[in-house]
């Protein structure tokens, strides 16, 4: 008997809607949805007429289309003028074939096209605009000196008409029933390893004539159908063979043994008249069905404990029988994976930190949970992410509620202590929880080191037995770059401007007020380099000091978030949640280890929690996001125990700044995504093992993988966000501001 995988309702919320859009009244917050790239912000004339300007090079709206016909496209648009100006000449592009040539003259006015219906065809769209030019030409204007416009303009556009029909309805699944309006579609992206079927127990057409089905399995060609009332109430969904041809482009390790899908139902238009009820389909138990269970859970968390509010565990008996660990936590602040030897860079930056990665776990694929500090510091002690923690903002705080990293194995007989120099990670911020002692200050790393050898001393002398948890969180490679002697002549001896690599500097390559060069970069690396030399002395140093007094931690080494020197044409970090600021080195030695191992699984900050938990001799208990990397951690284990962690999902996000943003890493594979409020999504998808450096974005190549990774996306937020906490709201003093304002958070 066929057994319900799928509940298509209850699925509903995970599905990907799409609805024509007859009018895009640019310059309106209605209009956001349909931008995909190329407008500046809404304004307004002084009529009161709504528009945008198009900037840069192309322009472009996305468009859905429920049926095909030849498609009308009318637009109101204007040119950017100035003296002596040529003709401003737009190209139109219709998913990247151009269909039309339009000029645009000095004041609003209406254009048109036509695209034919052998392109205007069911599905998704991109209409792009191309102009012959944009901004204010050098060499135009009185002496022939005037600069180019600052904004890159080249048209203004009032609105964008899509054909004559009426606009879609909303879709919807509530109870048991699932409504598809006319002219419009519903995705639902799955990962089936064998056949399925469609089945529902009753179709109400209203207004259309029935609901047209695509059933599209990645590496095999689409298979299209259609249900009316007069169908049997079951759609065969095979899992057909891959084509030849599409198998050479898939990797089997993704589709060993599950192949992205997406199930798309669309109600088309040009029906009879409903009687002037809203047209469309009512689809009542609409179900996907198998003969055995074909498909991954939809919760990716599936098996874990219920998420609460974590509470600190005893000890067990056994535990209480041996010495527990000592832990030393060196967290290096903006510190690039790819700028350590122990990850394959060539210069001699980290001596000490390569020497201690050959007695020690790395993992060569961890990530941070966002892209500045006070959010990933808080993950790395929390187990939890900034979507569950909630630091978004700098006048975000923790919340006391979280068991915190020093607070549970405080409660494991450790004593503790924590030294900062970002002032992201504060009393006032709430990181002092769990600490017998707890230290900011606006110091370099020495002096980090200083305080925490006076505090082990102290430790030492009162009860020499207890292990203890040791936090040092230095800025050294922050900006501005500025290494000590003998780092600077050593490693940047030929970057004379002592102005290059400040707070200023980075901020005016970042803004555009200071022009980039390649030179310019690779001085900054030399710089950076420097800094990574310093610190990784000091901590060479420190270990010295530790062997001297008898001491030999389990040491963790890792980084809040990495740096971006214009790969994206930024310099910094907390603008995007690429590899240059998600990808961080991760390494954990053992108290006696001797050898070292590689772990490909990619592996998370909120891993670290219940990792140090289990070797202290606790349990991490419910509510952790993380999982113990201990199984990795055992001699011989890397390769044989990480099947649970492997197909991971990893979450990391962004709401900082306005430039809200979520990454998640599954595999191989990465999906980043813009979340700007009331606007389309903007996604990217990459290949990390073919394409470490993220520069050819799969999305458009691979779109029900791009598919099924936004839909675990939604999930995944949807999931944290069922047990996130407000963050406190801390009061920044004049001293903290400009301390921040000195790590280039507050301009």
């Known amino acids: 008997m066929p057994v319900e995988v799928v509940d298509l309702v209850e699925e509903f919320r995970y599905a990907e809607v799409r609805r024509e859009r ?26 009161g007429a709504t528009f945008v300007w198009a900037v840069g090079p192309r322009s472009e709206v996305g468009v859905f289309l429920a049926w095909a016909r030849d498609l009308e496209v009318r637009m109101r648009c204007r040119a950017f003028r100035y003296p002596e100006a040529p003709a401003q000449v737009v190209g139109v592009f219709w998913d990247d074939v151009e269909v039309a040539s339009l000029e645009f003259a000095a004041g609003f006015a209406e254009a048109g096209f036509v695209v034919p219906a052998e392109l205007a065809t069911p599905g998704s769209h991109r209409l792009a605009l191309v102009p012959a030019y944009f901004g204010r030409p050098e060499g135009i204007g009185e002496a022939g000196l005037a600069p180019r416009h600052s904004r890159k303009l080249s048209f203004a556009c009032d609105w964008i008409a899509l054909g004559d029909g009426q606009p879609a309805g909303e879709a919807r699944g509530e109870g048991d029933t699932l409504w598809i309006p006319a002219a419009s579609e519903v995705s639902f992206f799955l990962e089936p390893e064998h056949d399925l079927e469609l089945q529902w127990d009753g179709i ?172 990933t510091v808080a993950t790395l002690l929390t187990g939890v992410g900034p979507e569950r923690h909630g630091i978004r903002e700098l006048n975000h705080g923790l919340d006391g509620s979280f068991a915190t990293l020093p607070e549970r ?63 040092i969180l230095s800025v050294e490679p922050h900006a501005s770059f500025d290494p000590a002697e003998p780092f600077r002549e050593r490693l940047a001896a ?48 420190f270990r010295r000091e530790l062997d001297s007094r008898g001491r030999n931690p389990s040491i963790v080494v890792v980084s809040d978030h990495g740096e971006a020197f214009e790969e994206r044409g930024v310099f910094g970090h907390a603008w995007d949640l690429h590899r240059e600021v998600l990808d961080i080195p991760f390494l954990i030695h053992r108290s006696g280890q001797d050898e070292g191992r590689r772990v490909s699984v990619p592996v998370q900050q909120a891993d670290l929690l219940p990792t140090l938990i289990e070797i202290a001799g606790g349990e991490a208990g419910p509510g952790i996001e993380g999982d113990s990397l201990l199984p990795l ?19 990391s996000t962004m709401d900082t700044f306005r430039r809200p943003a979520a990454s998640l890493v599954r595999g191989r594979y990465k999906l980043i995504e813009l979340r700007r409020a009331g606007h389309a999504p903007s996604r990217q998808l990459f290949d990390r093992t073919a394409d470490p450096e993220e520069l050819h ?16 996306l939604r999930e995944q937020l949807d999931l944290a966000a069922g047990a996130a906490v407000d963050a406190v709201n801390v009061e920044l003093d004049e001293d903290t501001r400009r301390r921040l304002e000195a790590l280039g958070y507050i301009e």
Do not use: C
């Open 22 to 47: 007859p009018l895009i009244d640019l310059g309106t917050p209605s209009a956001a949805a349909a931008l995909v790239g190329g407008w500046s912000w809404n304004e307004t004339d002084p009529r």
């Open 204 to 375: 109400a057409p209203r207004g259309v004539s029935g609901l047209d089905v695509v059933w599209e399995v990645e590496g095999a060609a689409p298979v299209a159908g259609s249900i009316t009332p007069e169908s049997t109430p079951t759609l065969p969904l095979p899992q057909p063979p891959m084509d030849e041809k599409a198998a050479n482009g898939v990797d089997d390790d993704w589709l060993a043994p599950f192949r992205p899908s997406r199930l798309v139902l669309r109600a088309a238009g040009g029906g009879t008249d409903s009687g002037g009820e809203e047209m469309g389909i009512v689809l009542r138990r609409p179900r996907l069905t198998a003969d055995v269970w074909t498909l991954r859970p939809p919760d990716r968390n599936a098996g874990r404990a219920p998420i609460e509010a974590p509470v600190p565990s005893e000890p067990s008996s056994r535990v209480r029988d041996r010495r527990p660990e000592s832990i030393l936590l060196w967290i290096v602040d903006t510190l690039r994976v790819d700028r350590l030897g122990l990850y394959g860079h060539d210069r001699p930056a980290s001596p000490n930190f390569d020497a201690l990665a050959e007695r020690s776990t790395v993992f060569e694929r961890a990530v941070a949970q966002s892209s500045w500090t006070r959010p």
């Open 409 to 471: 194995l405080r409660e494991l007989g450790y004593a503790t202590a924590g030294f900062s120099a970002n002032a992201n990670v504060t009393r006032d911020t709430g990181f002092e929880q769990g600490f017998d002692r707890f230290e900011y200050g606006a110091v370099d790393v020495d002096t980090l080191a200083e305080w925490a050898l006076d505090w082990l001393d102290d430790v030492a002398a009162k009860t020499p037995e207890r292990p203890f948890f040791l936090m």
């Open 494 to 541: 030929g970057v004379q401007d002592r102005g290059l690599g400040t707070v200023e500097h980075m901020r005016a390559l970042s803004n555009r007020r200071t022009p980039s060069t390649p030179e310019v970069v690779d001085q900054l690396f030399l710089l950076y380099d420097a800094e990574i030399a310093w610190n990784d002395h000091v901590f060479g140093e």
């Open 633 to 651: 951690l055992e001699p011989g284990a890397a390769a044989g125990r990480s099947e649970g962690l492997s197909d991971r999902l990893l979450l």
């Open 697 to 712: 974005d799969l999305a458009a190549e691979r779109p029900l993988l791009l598919g099924v990774m936004a839909r675990h």
